[in-house]
């Protein structure tokens, strides 16, 4: 049975990536099928453009009538000749660098929304932009962030999701669950900026109301999931929507994705108790006024970050004999839902990684039937879960093709180990999880490394959402690939965490095409059509929370460095990328001496507040500096001029004065030179082949 094309898509021009998804049904499908399965064969680069930050770049590029909006990180705008990649204008919001310390997972941008001659961009310090489509001159710009929201010191607010627009309404949301944030959307008009309504999706200290959308269903529905004083009321609960955001015309509802609980821990947020609402949750808004009207809650007494924020796409399918037009969903926690758009009502729900922290779904419900085991913060055990806190699907988008009936998705494993720390401090800066940091770090031993990347897995999985089975998976070589992209051509596109792009036969997974990117990629390609030509375009550049986080671990996945580059692919393509001379980074001979005893006590600072940029136990991931190797840690003022007087702000490394102190930034100085220490001779040696790249061999 082969699912209709809903109508909605039958409208968009289908030359265009006019929106996040291309269609507000976000199947990230295109009808073009130049590039198919028999002339893939003459897919070569058409033209690339260098970008000016080397980060994650996280952007689905936007194209309308020929013209390419995409957005880079530090929520930068460009404005390019889809045919050629020649600039026409860029737009540079001027993000602050200490902002950077707000968010958990790089300072990326996953897109614009476009619409009625504005491009609309939200900026990772918050604020919501407007510019003129010819030009990139701002036109409006609002703060999304109210004032009261960031009371309390802790509390942290930040944008890198794509707007959208349903009935001239901008509807943004932001990130900040793992810091202290109490999660909301807001509506914006469009023409002017001015806010049409707020909905918060986690109550209020108190079953205070906000005199917002929200207040309704969350006294009524939300506040009785609360332990009324529980830790939440002092951390904001979290629930925040950064990522996924869907308008259907089909219901003329808004979907959206809601986060985690803040902090991750369960006993310290609600005492161990109620289902903590609207944590973990798809809920239906009104697009004009931002009511309640329905939710299907995934991750009941969240403690494991299992955000619901991940792609939503909605479908027709048949399902009990009539079509059903449906709202298909691959959330961190690695159940495949199918849920009734209208509704919310619970169709069918499966598994489609390995996972070991439910025996399965409620078959009515559709609630998880949690074990006892995976709840660590009740049981004072840890806990190893798979997923884990970066999910079995993160925000990599998934495509699907109405001709193969087929939903792509981006799937992973990456276990997790969940341990209650002694006390529970929330802290003004960093991470606030309430999960012990120091619980163990990955080995230097090769072998026990080798050992435990085999358990960091990454595939492209074929899903059949009629059947809940798959049907074919591509193994690659990591977890954290690129998003996907289906075409009429019979082909899915996928870049990977290795560097290299694909077109794989959407049928049956056959390689068909692989081009080196010179740096992992995590964006989801685009297609479109250009002064007669079919392109591919996709936005190159390592980063996002898992190199960020994991670490040394996560370059198992191939190329060490970022370079930030968007690339276009056409039939009979002329270009051709420079030869990418990257060597990683270069281990710098460290200090020999250092303090044992402090060193100890800096890896626990260390684990709390640096290793979600540099990397678990101080081996960076290929994006931000690796500290074993930074002139910084030659001398003590050197470091603590970084650490806590924010020489390198600008670059993203704000200061740390209000968690550390001079002894705290010493220790973690010491730690540094230690591991440098323990770990030089292997960097080196891991260097020693012809190329000098780590791992080796030139993959040019
Ligand atoms: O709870 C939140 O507020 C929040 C925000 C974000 C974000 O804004 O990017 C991520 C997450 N959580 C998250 O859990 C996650 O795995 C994640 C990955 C990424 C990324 O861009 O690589 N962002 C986020
Ligand atoms: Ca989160």
């Known amino acids: 049975l082969r699912a209709d094309t809903p109508p909605a898509m039958q409208a968009e021009p289908p030359g265009d990536w006019p929106a996040h998804g291309r269609t ?74 200490d902002i950077a310390l707000r968010g958990c997972c790089d300072t990326v941008n996953r897109g614009a929304a476009y619409w009625e001659g504005k491009v609309y961009v939200g900026t990772f310090d918050g604020r919501l932009i407007a510019l003129d489509a010819r030009d990139g001159r701002p036109v409006w710009t609002t703060s999304t962030i109210p004032a009261d929201a960031t009371l309390g010191d802790i509390r942290s607010y930040t944008v890198d999701g794509a707007p959208r627009i349903a009935h001239g309404v901008v509807v943004i949301g932001n990130g900040g669950a793992e810091f202290g944030a109490r999660g909301f959307v807001s509506g914006f008009d469009a023409r002017t900026g001015a806010l049409k309504w707020r909905f918060y999706t986690v109550p209020a200290p108190a079953n205070r109301p906000d005199h917002a959308a929200s207040d309704g269903a969350l006294s009524r529905i939300a506040w009785p999931t609360w332990q009324p004083d529980g830790g939440w009321t002092r951390s904001g609960g979290g629930g925040t929507v950064w990522d996924a955001i869907v308008y259907d015309p089909v219901t003329d509802l808004l979907y959206i994705g809601v986060g985690n609980g803040s902090p991750w821990n369960y006993r310290f947020r609600s005492g161990g108790v109620g289902d903590n609402l609207f944590l973990g949750s798809i809920v239906a808004l009104r697009p004009q006024t931002g009511e309640y009207v329905w939710h299907f809650q995934e991750t009941p007494q969240d403690q494991w970050d299992f955000t619901a924020s991940q792609h939503i796409m909605t479908l027709d399918l048949p399902v009990g004999g009539r079509m059903r037009h449906v709202i298909v969903h691959a959330p961190k926690n690695g159940f495949f839902y199918v849920l009734d758009a209208r509704s919310g009502e619970f169709l069918s729900g499966t598994p489609y990684v390995f996972q070991n922290w439910a025996d399965g779904l409620d078959p009515v419900s559709g609630r998880p039937r949690i074990r006892p085991e995976a709840m660590w913060s009740l049981t004072d055990r840890p806990w190893v879960g798979i997923p884990g806190a970066l999910g079995a699907h993160n925000w990599q988008p998934m495509a699907y093709s109405p001709r193969t009936g087929l939903v792509y998705i981006p799937a992973q494993q990456i276990p997790a180990l969940y341990k209650t720390p002694a006390r529970v401090t929330l802290h003004p800066v960093g991470l606030n999880l309430g999960a ?37 998976r591509v193994d690659h070589r990591g977890p954290w690939n690129g998003g996907l992209l289906a075409t009429g051509g019979d082909l899915v596109f996928q870049g990977l965490a290795n560097g290299e792009f694909h077109a794989y036969d959407a049928t049956d997974g056959r390689d068909l095409f692989r081009f080196n990117a010179q740096s992992g990629i995590i964006a989801p390609p685009v297609t479109y ?53 990257q060597k990683g980074f270069l281990p710098v001979a460290p200090p020999v001496d250092y303090d044992a005893q402090q060193a100890e006590a800096g890896y626990v600072h260390y684990q709390d507040f640096c290793i979600a940029c540099h990397g678990d136990n101080a081996e960076s991931g290929g994006v931000l500096p690796d500290l074993r190797w930074s002139g910084a840690i030659r001398t003590a003022e050197g470091f603590r001029n970084v650490v806590l007087h924010g020489a390198l702000t600008a670059y993203g490394m704000g200061s740390f004065a209000s968690v550390l102190d001079d002894g705290q930034a010493e220790q973690i100085r010491q730690f540094l030179i230690k591991r440098a220490n323990d770990t030089y001779a292997h960097e080196i040696h891991i260097r020693d082949n012809a190329a000098g790249v780590p791992e080796g061999g030139d993959r040019d």
């Open 24 to 97: 507000s049904s976000e199947q990230r499908y295109s009808p073009l099928s130049h590039v198919d399965r028999q002339t893939v064969g003459r897919l070569k680069l058409a033209w690339y453009l260098d970008l000016d930050s080397n980060r994650g770049q996280e952007g689905t590029p936007l194209v309308v009538n020929g013209i390419m909006y995409a957005t880079t990180n530090w929520s930068r705008v460009k404005a390019l000749d889809a045919a050629t990649g020649r600039v026409l204008w860029e737009y540079d919001p001027r993000t602050p660098g």
């Open 436 to 472: 012990e940091m120091a619980a163990g770090s990955a080995p230097d031993d090769p072998a026990a490394r080798a050992e435990a990347a085999k358990a960091l897995q990454g595939w492209l999985l074929a899903w059949d959402p009629v059947a809940q089975k798959a049907r074919f």
């Open 529 to 581: 059509m250009a002064g007669g030509r079919q392109f591919i375009a996709v936005e190159v550049g390592w980063g996002g929370i898992y190199p960020l986080l994991v670490g040394g671990m996560a370059r198992t996945g191939g190329w060490t460095v970022n370079h930030s580059r968007i690339l276009a692919f056409a039939l009979d393509g002329e270009a051709s990328l420079p030869p990418s001379g």
